[in-house]
């Protein structure tokens, strides 16, 4: 129970995160390209995550399947921050 | 609760508000969002440590459990279990003896004949004792007759041989 409210809490404060990354974006439009490099390097990062999940699943002492749904509930929860973000209009 | 401030901060913070106050909201909702996940790991801790203890407290429950019947048992030993035999040590003592005396009889009558007669002997003994007990019934004529089988004629010769056997028996001692 209190595990499951821990995770949901770490998804939360992501998806804010994301959300507050897109609302940077919608201050100024030179910030948008900011905004925009921001995400990529999230993207790669990401990307590099899953290639290598083997050496940084053993160093942070994790299940490869626990790693594998950290690495997919990050990515979802940026999404839906940055997603909802844009969609309900800057 | 604080996870409910923190989603409501996060959505106030996607509405139209206005560009400041949403950034207000979201950064509220962030703070939010940290001080729920340090919640929840305090959270994590202490029902770990009530798990422990409860599993802690049941070995105890059982432990003492035991120790209660075990010290119960003992005192119903002790009342029911604790009595005196319902012979008096003397009736014991005579039991005992003459249980010992017939059991050095038995080995004493057992070892004669084990030991010097061949069972041509035996069988004879126990004809004999069979025609000494039925002679307690029927009469000497029968016994010729009918178990030695001699009829008619021959009822001399069987009484001879019957006399021969009570003889027999008698010197042997059977």
């Given amino acids: 129970m209190a595990k499951a409210i821990y995770l949901s809490a ?3 404060t992501g ?6 990354v897109a609302w940077l974006g919608s201050l100024h439009p ?44 990050t990515g979802t929860s940026a999404i839906i921050g940055g997603l909802l973000c844009w969609l309900l209009g800057n | 609760m604080l996870g409910g401030t923190a989603v409501l901060c996060w959505l106030l913070g996607l509405s139209p508000l206005g560009k400041l106050p949403k950034g207000v909201f979201l950064m509220l909702g962030f703070g939010c969002g940290l001080q729920l996940i340090q919640e929840a790991e305090g959270l994590i801790y202490d029902e770990a440590i009530a798990k422990i203890n409860k599993s802690l407290n049941h070995g105890l429950d059982a432990k003492t459990l035991a120790l209660q019947t075990l010290a119960a048992e003992q005192e119903l030993q002790m009342q029911f279990g604790g009595q005196q035999p319902t012979y008096s040590q003397e009736v014991l003592n005579e039991l005992r003896e003459s249980l010992e005396h017939l059991v050095k009889e038995e080995i004493a009558n057992a070892a ?16 004999y004792l069979a025609v000494k007990s039925l002679l307690e019934v029927h009469s000497h004529t029968y016994i010729i007759e009918e178990i030695l089988g001699y009829r008619g004629r021959k009822f001399n010769e ?17």
């Fill in chain 2, 158 to 174: 069987g009484n001879t041989a019957l006399q021969n056997l009570l003889e027999e028996g008698k010197n042997n001692g059977w």
């Fill in chain 2, 112 to 127: 004669p004949d084990t030991s010097a007669s061949t069972s041509a002997d035996r069988n004879r003994k126990s004809f």
């Fill in chain 1, 30 to 73: 030179a910030l948008v390209q900011v905004v925009l490099c921001i995400y990529l390097i999230a993207l790669a990062v990401w990307g590099m995550c899953w290639l290598t999940d083997d050496a940084i699943a053993k160093f942070l002492k994790v299940d490869l399947i626990d790693y594998y749904a950290i690495l997919i509930a």
């Fill in chain 1, 10 to 12: 770490w998804f939360i």
């Fill in chain 1, 15 to 20: 998806c804010i995160a994301s959300s507050l």
